[in-house]
Structures are given as structure tokens and as C-alpha cells.
């Protein structure tokens, strides 16, 4: 069985977005569940989401993401592009 990276390290910039929007439209029932990641297409990355969001509500959630989001963007802007 592979190991799931801690946290939300693993799970790509798209797909953080992806839920972000989607609790923005409030097309997912929150606090999230894995029936509810799977409902939009987001099954593959249910251990990480699980890890970091479980009981979370919505302020919540969007705190989580939007912090994480910002970090990745900010740091893209850093990196030097070869």
C-alpha cells in the first residue's frame, strides 16, 4: 500500500482549486466526506482532503485551501523557470 505524503503536499495545485471553487458554488456538502469527494471527482485524493479537512466547516475549509492555494502561487513566483 502507498503512502499517503502528510498533509496536503501531494495533492496538486488544480485540484486544491478545484475544491475551492466548489465550496465556493456549494456544489460539495460540507464538512467534506469521502462520499462527498467522490461525488465531484475528487475520490483519488480522499486521505489527503480526509487529514486536513475532516470536521471542518465552511470558513474553515476555505481558510485551509485558500492558505495552502496562496503559498503554492507565491512560491511559483519564486521559483526560477530553466
Avoid: C, N, W, Y
Amino acid at each position: 500500500m502507498p503512502q499517503v505524503p502528510l498533509a496536503l503536499t501531494g495533492v496538486p495545485t488544480d485540484d486544491l482549486k478545484k475544491l475551492l471553487r466548489l465550496v465556493h458554488r456549494k456544489e460539495i456538502e460540507l464538512p467534506i466526506t469521502p462520499v462527498g469527494l467522490s461525488l465531484v471527482g475528487l475520490q483519488h485524493r480522499t486521505e489527503e482532503f480526509m487529514q486536513v479537512l475532516r470536521g471542518l466547516d465552511e470558513p474553515g475549509v476555505r481558510a485551509v485551501l485558500v492558505a495552502v492555494t496562496a503559498e503554492r502561487i507565491e512560491g511559483e513566483k519564486k521559483t526560477p523557470r530553466i
